[in-house]
């Protein structure tokens, strides 16, 4: 990995009046296309926007969902055991310590950072970048950057307990073992993750930067 | 504006000229990447893809894990707890995992060998577009590999009650994994983009 040698001066797309495609990066001079509305790319035929559409207001809403799936995900059964006329229904905390007293950590381990601790910290993170937006925040750009790539990469390991679930009703239900079912929470765990997924995708980090070329703006018309 | 592109995850507009074959160009601002070159990007791609198609239907087609209990063994496939979970009533479930581990990774190589195909032979294809816009649209969708620790984590948990025999299906399945993976960093996205470029300008 190198650097690209710098020769045009620091000036970003939105500056310069260019919308840069999301899908081809071709850079775009929207006068050269006609109307304001409905810009389409003329490499790769995608709508232009300069920063992702209401950015913000989109990731609010898919957080605050996300917040608001995370507690039946955790409180409901996300599986039901029913061995000799015994049923058992275990949520992702009673299998994770159900894990620890039987000695299994490394597992322990694996189901409570990727369920669990994962799923809440991304929470926490697209909150805080969002609050840092809204706040016009320089502070640490490029660290808050690499924290945005972070929260976008991890998020499909929380998957794992799903599939987790879906190789058991596989499994032990052939077996004839025992049956084996999803329960509710299951549902709501799929949901904490699909929601926050998409929030992560909806979020605009070119917005971060924003605050800086206004400031900068601000600065030199002054 | 030739060789001028903005970073899209800061915006900063900087000049990327013609990489050597197999680096790489990062924004100087943010550090996000801006453009891999890739080196025999179309045959490459061309031949993951393929290997890619091929290992799919053997992951599909044979048993995946057996269950062993006492003399009896029961062989599931891929997709029989996809089936299990939509009979007992959890369709929502059962088709996320269907579209994470069998569609999405399906799409992306029939996707892909469309496209390289395409700029293999010099024609754009009905659509060729679409097509290649939406295989970057499916790319965070696809998660085979976590499907991988899921049945490691179930194997570990199985282990008490019986058996689990692994079958031939986990280890095209494992290969899949990687062969995708490779297919996706092995095409380059801006060279797809210019031949199409130079297709449409010339036949205008
Ligand atoms: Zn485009
Ligand atoms: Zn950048």
Not at chain 1, 81 to 100: E, N
Not at chain 1, 171 to 178: E, H
Request: hydrophobic fraction near 50%; include cysteine.
């Amino acid at each position: 990995m190198r650097p690209v040698p710098q020769k045009t001066p620091i000036i970003t797309a939105r500056q310069a009046s260019l919308i840069s495609c999301h899908s081809c990066h071709l850079l775009c001079k929207p006068t050269a296309l006609g109307s304001n509305h409905g810009l389409v790319c003329p490499r790769c035929g995608a709508k232009l926007h300069s920063r992702k559409v209401n950015s913000l207001k989109r990731t609010w809403a898919l957080i605050l969902a996300a917040f608001i799936f995370y507690i039946p995900a955790n409180l409901l059964p996300i599986t039901t055991v029913i061995s000799l006329g015994k049923a058992q229904s275990d949520t992702i905390m009673s299998g994770v310590i159900y894990f620890i007293h039987t000695g299994m950590w490394p597992i322990a381990l694996v189901i409570f950072v990727a369920s669990v601790f994962v799923p809440f910290l991304k929470l926490i993170i697209l909150t805080y970048l969002l609050i840092t937006v809204q706040r016009r925040s320089t502070w640490r750009l490029k660290d808050r950057t690499r924290l945005y790539r972070i929260t976008e990469a991890v998020g499909r390991w929380s998957m794992v307990d799903i599939y987790v679930v879906t190789i058991l009703v596989a499994l032990v239900n052939l077996g004839a073992l025992a049956t084996i079912s999803a329960g509710p929470g299951a549902i709501f765990f799929a949901a904490v993750v699909v929601t926050t997924m998409f929030a992560a995708m909806s979020f605009d980090p070119r917005l971060m930067w924003d605050a800086k070329e206004s400031l900068n703006g601000r600065i030199q018309h002054t | 504006m030739s060789g001028l592109i903005a970073c899209h995850e800061c915006d900063l507009m900087q000049r990327v000229g013609t990489l050597p074959e197999g680096s790489t160009a990062t924004c100087v601002r943010c550090g996000a990447i801006l453009h891999k070159r890739k080196p025999n990007s179309i045959e490459r791609t061309l031949a993951f893809a393929l290997s890619g198609l091929i290992l799919f239907g053997v992951t599909n087609a044979f048993p995946f894990l057996s269950l062993k209990i006492g003399a009896q063994v029961q062989e599931t496939k891929l997709i029989t707890g996809i089936l299990e979970l939509h009979k007992s009533g959890m369709s929502e479930i059962a088709f996320l995992v269907f579209f994470t581990t069998i569609l999405v990774p399906f799409l992306q190589l029939t996707g892909i060998l469309y496209v390289v195909l395409s700029v293999r032979f010099g024609r754009l294809y009905p659509k060729f577009r679409r097509v290649f816009r939406y295989i970057n649209l499916l790319q965070p969708w696809g998660m085979m590999e976590v499907f991988m620790l899921g049945i490691l984590v179930s194997i570990v948990k199985l282990a008490k009650m019986a058996k689990i025999i692994p079958g031939i299906s986990i280890f095209a399945f494992f290969a899949l994994i990687v062969v995708i993976a490779a297919a996706i960093s092995s095409l380059d996205m801006h060279l797809v983009w210019e031949k199409c470029d130079q297709y449409r300008k010339k036949h205008r």
